[in-house]
């Protein structure tokens, strides 16, 4: 392979279970959203279920759904939904529903409520708000909501399952009293006269520090890819085995060495030096910068040793950029950028090759979203999470870049230094916008399509391709991407991104929210869910500081980023389930994509570049 890579050893995944299921001697769930942590959903399934899960797990239906196209007749429960889920599809596809409002009854009555007395019925879990302060049913509303979910039960829509909770891992005594409120919930449901055969509130770090929690089933998340749950300095009390490695080849060029990985596939920024890495040889480097498109190394050596070295490799030596056994693990990269190891895998990109070891089974990725349409209409299979490519705005922009190369040539400008000069640059899919249409554009309007590598190929269209030239140095000058936006702070961007609220809920003063409870209300307000965490478009590091748009109005964005999602505090703005939310765009109130590139640290070509499989991405043309 002369690319990068990532390489998955499914032996692993299934150690790492079969060695959780011996701490726990509890039922697990396996966990394998935002396409398995970045290891590639369909295959960690079926390594999990082959190590002894019996259970899947992911956050929406699209993803669901992904599982079920490929094969797999497992429970899957599915906990985040927008305020236009199909519940059908759910229905249809046999897929258990994660229920986390009073309201969300609501709209799964109405959405069921034509099947009522069929012999069909959605299997739902409950989920309970005991102390994270994200999504799931309030206590003030657990009464409300089991009353629902009994009547909908004695109507046929749905089958109650399970009863579920997350901890938030603010400390043992947090942890304790999150314990108790789940087991006064029990109480209440049974109660209210529900009866359910699952009830679960661990997922890996409980089920291993607070054994109490375990009850029917662990939730298998972090560990199931052989990472460590735990914070540097504690103990995880079983040995796990990293699934995941990442490498790729050493280049040498003018400005010294480098591997073909950065920013835009994933990598976080960190500190020169922070980071030293052994290549495939033996010999060690370290971190010199990490760019939008590359990884800059230095010699631990000499430089002059290890060009003499590169030269006389028949093959390129590889740089293990991840690989806890022969370099640096998740872990360091995540000390390094101020992280956890659950993002630094969970966003490589999926442009970069994945190989697998262990493979029993041949599997897809798990990224199809089908079945997609009901009835010649697009299903609403997962919360609203949309890239608005503005491809007019593309359209005036490559007019201008046209019209700027013809005036050179007319100045006496030569045709192939003019060609080079006003390329489009389109490596990283185009910064997101889909390499495809950008190319297609620049060549429409005479411009030279350029991209970084010819990994970068892949993701031009076939007819474009041989128009495409590869010129790693060219793609380093900001001019080649001038028809983004990007660069320029008074120009529009040609991308916006958008979501919806999942969930809204008023708390009192004292809430804490999210893990560590790193942000508590100081008084009454009402908090709102933005289904979209690191996984998809929002680094870790914006908390604190990243802020969104709701109803024309700033709201910041409080306690940590998660994998799947966010909380603002909305104060006393009236907000509802549905609502839209704008990340960042170009109209009056919006956010600019440059602020965000600000908070987050990366570079805003690279910020985009980098969202996650689960980002759709629609075009909008001229009306």
């Known amino acids: 392979m002369s690319g990068p890579r990532i390489d998955v050893d499914l032996d692993a995944v299934?150690?790492?279970?079969?060695?959780?299921?011996?701490?726990?001697?509890?039922?697990?769930?396996?966990?394998?959203?935002?396409?398995?942590?970045?290891?590639g959903a369909s295959q960690v399934a079926r390594a999990a279920l082959e190590g002894g899960a019996e259970r899947l797990g992911v956050v929406d239906l699209r993803e669901a759904l992904a599982l079920r196209?490929?094969?797999?007749?497992?429970?899957?429960?599915?906990?985040?939904?927008?305020?236009?889920?199909d519940w059908l599809a759910a229905l249809d596809a046999d897929i258990e529903l994660g229920i986390s409002s009073l309201a969300q009854l609501e709209l799964l009555d109405i959405g069921l409520g034509r099947l009522e007395h069929s012999d069909h019925s959605v299997v739902v879990h409950l989920k309970l708000d005991t102390g994270l302060g994200r999504n799931g049913i309030s206590a003030i509303e657990w009464e409300s909501a089991f009353t629902k979910a009994a009547e909908l039960e004695a109507r046929g829509l749905i089958r109650l399952e399970g009863l579920f909770s997350h901890l938030a891992g603010a400390g043992a005594a947090e942890d304790a009293a999150q314990l108790a409120s789940f087991k006064r919930a029990l109480e209440l449901a049974a109660r209210c006269g529900l009866t359910t055969s699952v009830r679960h509130l661990a997922a890996t770090a409980g089920s291993m520090s607070l054994p109490e929690s375990r009850f029917d089933l662990v939730r298998l998340g972090v560990s199931l890819y052989g990472l460590s749950p735990f914070s540097a300095g504690t103990e995880c009390p079983v040995v796990l085995h990293p699934a995941l490695s990442l490498s790729a080849p050493i280049r040498e060029d003018p400005r010294g060495f480098r591997v073909d990985l950065g920013q835009a596939v994933g990598l976080?920024?960190?500190?020169?030096?922070s980071v030293e890495l052994l290549d495939d040889t033996g010999a060690a480097w370290r971190v010199a910068s990490v760019d939008s498109l590359e990884l800059r190394i230095e010699p631990l050596e000499g430089a002059a040793a290890a060009s003499s070295r590169l030269d006389q490799s028949e093959e390129?030596?590889?740089?293990?950029?991840?690989?806890?056994?022969?370099?640096a693990s998740a872990d360091t990269w995540a000390a390094a950028a101020g992280t956890i190891n659950y993002e630094v895998v969970t966003r490589?990109?999926?442009?970069?090759?994945?190989?697998?070891?262990?493979?029993?089974?041949?599997?897809?990725?798990?990224?199809?979203?089908?079945?997609?349409?009901?009835?010649?209409?697009?299903?609403a299979l997962a919360p609203r999470r949309e890239l608005t490519v503005d491809v007019e705005l593309l359209r005036t922009r490559m007019g201008e870049r046209a019209r700027e190369l013809a005036g050179a040539l007319a100045a006496g400008m030569g045709a192939r230094h003019a060609a080079r000069a006003f390329s489009v640059d389109v490596s990283a899919d185009a910064y997101g916008h889909g390499a495809h249409?950008?190319?297609?554009?620049?060549?429409?309007?005479?411009?030279?399509?350029?991209?970084?590598t010819k990994a970068d190929l892949e993701h031009v269209g076939e007819a474009d391709r041989r128009a495409t030239l590869v010129d790693h140095e060219r793609t380093s000058d900001a001019a080649s991407r001038a028809v983004y936006g990007f660069h320029d702070p008074n120009a529009r961007v040609t991308v916006s991104l958008t979501s919806e609220l999942a969930h809204v809920k008023r708390v009192t003063a004292g809430h804490g929210v999210s893990y560590g409870y790193d942000w508590i209300a100081e008084e009454p307000t009402t908090l709102g869910?933005?289904?979209?965490?690191?996984?998809?478009?929002?680094?870790r590091r914006v908390a604190g500081r990243g802020e969104v748009v709701v109803g024309g109005e700033r709201r910041p964005i409080i306690g940590r980023v998660a994998m799947d999602q966010v909380v603002i505090d909305l104060q006393d703005q009236e907000a509802w389930i549905g609502m839209p939310v704008s990340v960042f765009g170009s109209e009056p109130r919006d956010i600019h994509l440059r602020e965000w590139a600000s908070w987050s640290g990366l570079e805003p070509q690279a910020f985009v570049a980098a969202f996650g499989p689960r980002i759709v991405r629609r075009e909008r043309h001229a009306e």
């Open 268 to 273: 976080p920024p960190v500190a020169a030096g």
């Open 348 to 379: 490589l990109s999926t442009r970069i090759p994945r190989h697998y070891s262990g493979v029993t089974a041949p599997r897809g990725m798990g990224l199809a979203h089908a079945p997609a349409q009901r009835d010649g209409c697009e299903l």
């Open 14 to 39: 299934r150690a790492n279970v079969r060695a959780v299921a011996e701490l726990t001697g509890t039922p697990l769930l396996a966990v394998v959203k935002a396409n398995a942590y970045g290891h």
């Open 437 to 452: 249409l950008v190319a297609g554009l620049a060549l429409e309007y005479g411009l030279l399509p350029l991209v970084a």
């Open 529 to 539: 869910l933005v289904p979209l965490g690191y996984a998809d478009a929002i680094p």
């Open 316 to 327: 390129q030596p590889r740089l293990l950029v991840i690989d806890a056994a022969g370099s």
């Open 69 to 85: 196209a490929d094969g797999f007749t497992e429970p899957i429960l599915t906990w985040m939904h927008g305020a236009r889920t």
